[in-house]
C-alpha cells in the first residue's frame, strides 16, 4: 500500500497544472480575493458609517436639548420638513428620520415618566440598519443624559422607574413594505442559488462537449465534415446555454412550487389553530411574498440569467476545449466556479446598489438587479443598461470563443 | 486524384515551450528558433483505384500531413489537390470529398451505431433517403445489421472499428484516408478492415493508407510513400522500394531508409 501511495503522489507532485489549481489556488490565490473582499466590506462599512443623514424634527421644541444631540453629532444634517406627509418625504429621500415629539410629551426629567417619541423612517437594507443603529447611539445618549437628571431625584414611581431605565422610548414606523424586508435576505439567497445553479449547469456540458469530445476522439471527427468550426462551436455553446439555463429555470420554478406549496399547509393550520383568524389578513407566509411578486419581475429574474449564462457557457467551453485531458479541465473549472462567484459576495456586502456603475460590472450587477426585483425596488432603466453591457460583454466572449476554437494549437493541442 | 506538392507545416512553440528548448541539444534536425517543423518537404500522389501507403517512424510527420490533408490543420506552404481542387481554398468541396478514418477518430458513446452513422450522413448535407439506402448497403457490406441498433459504447474494439469505417464512407467520398487503422485491433477485425480497403481497388477511390504493419502495405498498396524527418524519402511502386536493398524485403527497405533508427522523444 505504501509503495502506491508514494507513487500516487509522486505522480500528483509532478502535474504541475493539480498543484497550481489545488495547492496555490486555496493556499495563495484565494486568500489574497478574500482579503481583498474583506477590505472591500470594511471600506462599504465606514463609508456606510460616514454617510450623511438627514434627520427632521417635528413638535421638539418640548424636549429641549434633544435636535441639539443631533445636529452637534458629526455626520447629522437637520432639514426641514415641506410637508405633514412623512411617508413621501422619506420615500422621496428628502429625509432619512424624522422624529415627531407627540403632543404632551416633556423632558422625562420634568414629567418623571417614560416619554414616547415616534421616529418615521424607511429601513429595508442592511445599510439601512447602520444608519439606524447610528440614530440609536443618539437616542441612547440622550437617554444617559435624562438618566443623570433622573439620578437626582429619589422619590421614585412604577413611571419614576421606566423613565429612569428608558426615559425615551423610540416607537418605530418603518415605511419599508414587508416585501421591501423579505427581500432583502430573499433576493440574495435567490441569485447565489441561481446563479451558483448557472455555473454549475454549464459545467458538466462543457466538460462533455470540449475536452470529452477532444478525449473520445469525435471532435477530430465533427471537424472533418464540411460544417464550419465556426457553426460547430455555436452549437456546442448553445447546448452549453440550454443545459445551464434549464437547470435554473426548473429549479426556479419548482421552488416557487414548494413555497406555495408550504405556505398553502402554513395558512391552512393557522386557520386550523385560530378559526376567529378569518379575516383574510393572516399572513400566508411565503405566499403573500410570491404574490407581491408581479409576473413581469419573475420574468425579469429569467431574463437576467441569460446574458450571465451566457458568460460562463463560454468561458467553461473555452477551458474545456483547451484542456488536454478531462482531469485538467475539472482543474480549470474550480476556479472558475470560485472566480466567477467573488461578484455575487461583493454584491451583498452592506452599501452596494444597483447604480449606473454597478450596473456594469459583471455577474455584481445581476446579483443585485435579482435582490431588487425580489424587494420590488427596482429601476427599469438599470436593467436596460445591465441587460445590454452583460449582452455586450457576452457577445464579446462567444466571439472570443468562436476565435480560440479555430486555433490549431487549442484544437490539437497536446 | 490526390496531388502533394512540397507540403510543409511549421508549429510555432508557446512561450513556456520555447523557454524550456532554449540552449538544449536539439535531438531533432527540424526544431528550429521558437518554430517545429513537423513536415517539412513532403510531395506524393494518388489516383482514382489505387491504395497508396503512407509509411514513417513514430513523429515523422505523416499524422501531421493527413490532418493537412484533412483540412483539419492549415499548411505553412505547398499544395494539396483533389480532384484539381485546390484543399486550401476550397475546404468544403474537400471535407465532402474526404472519408477519415484513424484510431483517434471515435463515435458518440450515447448513440446507437446507426444513429452515429446517420448523424455524420447528415452532416454531409444527405436526404434521410440517401442515409437510409446507403447505410443498408455499407452495413450489409460490413456485416453491421446485429449490432445497428446497439449504443457504440456497447460496441467491441472490432465492431468500433466497422462502424467507424461506416462513418467515414457514408458520404461516398472519392478519398479515403486510413491513419493506422488496425491497430490494436485483432486479426479478425483488422481482417474486414483491411478486406475493405481491399475491395476499393480499381474503384472510383483514391485510399491513402497509413501504418507500420509493412505485411498490410505488402498486401494492399500499389505505391509507398516514406516519410522521414517531415520529408519525402520515397515515393514509388511498392516492388521498387522493397527492391532497393538486396534482401528484397519491405522491412529491410524502410529500416535503410529512415535516418533516426531510434524514437523521437
Partial sequence: MWLVYKKELLEILRDKKTLIFSILLPTLIFPVLFFAIGKFTASKTEEAENKEIKVAFVNSITLPGFEDLFTREKGFIKVELESDDYKAAILDKKVDYIFHVPAGVSLPAESRKQEVLKVYSKESTRLDNILGKRVDDVVDAFNNTQRMELGRNFDLTTDNVKAFNKPILIEENNFASQREKTGEFAGPLLAYLLIALAVSGAMYPALELGVGEKERGTLETLLLTPMSKGQIVMAKFGVIFTASFFTVVVTLLSYLFWVWIFSFFAMDSSVAADPDSLTGKQSGGGLDFLSNISSLDLLLVAVLLVPLTSIFASIMLSASIYAKNMKEAQAYMSPIFMIGFMPVIVAFVPGMELNVKTAMIPVTNVALAMKDLIKGTVDYGLITILLISTAVLAGGLLYWTTVFFKKEKVLFRS | ?265
Fill in chain 2, 1 to 265: 486524384m490526390i496531388e502533394i506538392k512540397d507540403l510543409a507545416k511549421t508549429f510555432a512553440y508557446d512561450k513556456k515551450e520555447a523557454k524550456k528548448k532554449k540552449g538544449k541539444t536539439v535531438s531533432d534536425p527540424r526544431e528550429g528558433e521558437g518554430v517545429f517543423h513537423a513536415v517539412k518537404n513532403v510531395s506524393f500522389s494518388c489516383n482514382a483505384g489505387e491504395v497508396l501507403g503512407l509509411l514513417g517512424p513514430n513523429g515523422a510527420g505523416k499524422t501531421t500531413t493527413l490532418r493537412m490533408l484533412s483540412t483539419a490543420l492549415e499548411p505553412t506552404a505547398g499544395q494539396i489537390l483533389i480532384n484539381g481542387h485546390d484543399v486550401t481554398k476550397e475546404p468544403r468541396y474537400a471535407q465532402k470529398q474526404i472519408g477519415f478514418l484513424s484510431g483517434k477518430t471515435g463515435l458518440y458513446h450515447r448513440l446507437s451505431v446507426r444513429e452515429n452513422v446517420a448523424y455524420f450522413g447528415r452532416m454531409h448535407g444527405l436526404s434521410r433517403q440517401q442515409i437510409d439506402e446507403r447505410i443498408e448497403k455499407i452495413f450489409t457490406m460490413l456485416d453491421m445489421h446485429s449490432f445497428a441498433g446497439k449504443r457504440a459504447d456497447d460496441l467491441s474494439t472490432g465492431m468500433m472499428q466497422r462502424a467507424s469505417i461506416a462513418r467515414a464512407v457514408i458520404h461516398e467520398p472519392k478519398v479515403l484516408v486510413f491513419d493506422e487503422p488496425t491497430t490494436g485491433l485483432d486479426v479478425i477485425s483488422a481482417k474486414t478492415v483491411l478486406d475493405f480497403i481491399q475491395s476499393y481497388k480499381g474503384s472510383e477511390m483514391s485510399v491513402i493508407f497509413s501504418t507500420h504493419h509493412l505485411h498490410e502495405v505488402e498486401k494492399l498498396c500499389d505505391r509507398v510513400c516514406l516519410i522521414d524527418l517531415g520529408e519525402t524519402k520515397f515515393f514509388g511502386p511498392t516492388d521498387e522500394f522493397a527492391a532497393s536493398t538486396a534482401s528484397g524485403s519491405l522491412y529491410d527497405a524502410f529500416l535503410a531508409s529512415v535516418n533516426n533508427k531510434k524514437e523521437v522523444a
